[in-house]
């Protein structure tokens, strides 16, 4: 087994976006407020299915205080996982798609882009794909556990031992995001939809990821268990989640059809040789934007082209082990200036084409791709 | 003008639900453990658009430390709504519905049931009228504002002043959602699918009404801004946003095609007169299930009874002033035992055809209402 090149992808290809032009037949002005410039395909959406249900969930008992001092108290569920999905007519045999968002955000980054666009999600489904859309366990319509927020207030836990509630400023996001070096100031080619920031700027929930959930995030079992219940499926995550693919992928590799690391947070370099023959299973696609050798604004935190290098060198590792791991870097192959933000980014359906090829040819037809 | 009675909606049509025949032909057992209990229709949903966006929204500069203290201090939006939605092929003059949740809830509410079925979400649309499913402001998809919580933990406000965080026990919602008397003992008769409680349990998130959002809820402004953006549109609240059509319709009532208030925790009562002649312009139904006089299990607040009649009071004044409002109760006309949770109820959709056949002849033809 050997990957091969996404060059034949070439230039032309990724900007004529022809495949885009068959379910787009959009017009709008380019900038995004809300409702208004919400574009609409020329051609209708026909679904199977659509509907969301909930992945896992622990019951715990609580207290009245805990409850926040109305009803009696008694049990909750928390932990459990929102997923909303989209099943297409007519696309039964194709491989589902789980998108995970990344953090301080919610299932809703998958959705119409911030300029009205249309969202990964849908293009999927149209392309043929059931698509399934969780918020993280923490987070969204997926809730978070209150209690200890509560016991605080009720002084019965000391303040300074609550989890922190992360959000990301709007000057933050223009570097980390990589949309410009500084706020304001854009890169001449960026594909991120700038007069639109306002509204990538709504998107932003409260993420209490770092210390108000268990640990490791009860997210990677329910993109596990997910996968198992549907029989297989592709899990793709983003940025913080980055990584869940790969997590959800050792708790049970055989629900693994592929997995899609777009922009991840990190690349594990401490797994063992076992975890790395188990990865070596399945094919695993990485993306990333450009801009990657930027100052992030984030001090602490690993520059994105460091989380490439990971990146590059875990494919390395699942390569020596036999596996079909690559890595996609819609840069190198003529598409310049996108974002961290790559799904909302002005060419993301070409940018979704190219994932797309890469599950047609190495998920749906396993047996094409093997010598 | 004069109401029409619902008397003519007879039993047998409501028991029979030859509407809810036509599109659903489902099967399934009856207990709910999440995608595997999902129904699939027998016939596709297609749809012109869907997608989703956000409404309202403010600018506010935090510090690092308000933002969870990873990266720099700046500016971020809050109090924004998320909205998604479904418009139908072939749907472009029907009235759009838009559907808000209650409290410790989401618009999960109105999506694929607690056991499986099809939410009223999907059914509206395919009763052929658009649909707007919002999370309110402070909740899910919408986010809240997170600075007092980070402040709290940084010493710089006292946890006392914290808001508090409102969930429902499990125990809680038998008596006060009206599926029976105590945990454990449903009403025999009773319309709540029991064994799918968990499932409902799932979709509890945190509740910061009490505190946590500016008063009035910016929901209010959100509701009527979306509802003037859709050039008109039947607004329906549940619970605790029972009540938000009429302060949405109050706000802009040229933006409102009707309301329509779902088991509404609370009517005012001290509605100036002018405001009255405003709502006497507009349509209103209000929906109440069944059980009403019974305790909730907060003896702080008042019986579902008790907002009944104030909900009949209501009308009154409202009629007086040569308006339209009425009631509907589907256990005066033969439905016995609707919870709370109406819109999950397993007669929820021949509760819908009677929230639908009231907009086609209020609503989408509002000429021939009028004698």
Redesign the interface.
Known sequence: MQSQPFSRWSRPAILAGVTVAAVLGVAGDLMAQ???D?Q??DT????????????G?D?VD?TQAE???????????VN?M???Y??P?GGDGNPPVVMVHGATL???SW??TPD?R??WD?YFVRRGHPVYVP?QVGR?????N?AV??N??A?SVP??S???????????VWP?FRIGPK?GQPYPDTQFPVSAL??L???????VS?GGIPTPTPTHKALSD?AA??NGAVLMGHSQSGSFPLAAALLNPAAMKGLVLVEPGTCPANYTAEQIATLARMPILVVFGDYRDTPT??P??PTWQARFEACQALIGRIKEAGGQAQMLSPAEIGARGNSHMIMQDKNSLQVADLILKWIGERVSKPSAQKK
């Open positions: 809300a409702l208004k919400v609409t395909s209708p959406l026909v679904l199977k299915a659509q509907g969301s249900f909930f992945v969930g019951k609580q409850l926040g001092d109305l009803g009696p108290g008694g049990h909750i569920t459990q929102y997923v909303r989209m099943v007519q919610t299932g809703k959705e119409t009205g249309m969202g849908e918020d969204g319509r997926s809730g978070f209150q927020f509560n605080a207030r002084g303040a300074a609550l989890p922190r509630w992360l959000r990301f400023s709007d000057e933050g980390n706020p306002d509204e700027s709504k998107q932003g929930v409260p993420d770092f997910l219940q549907l604004g984030m602490s935190l």
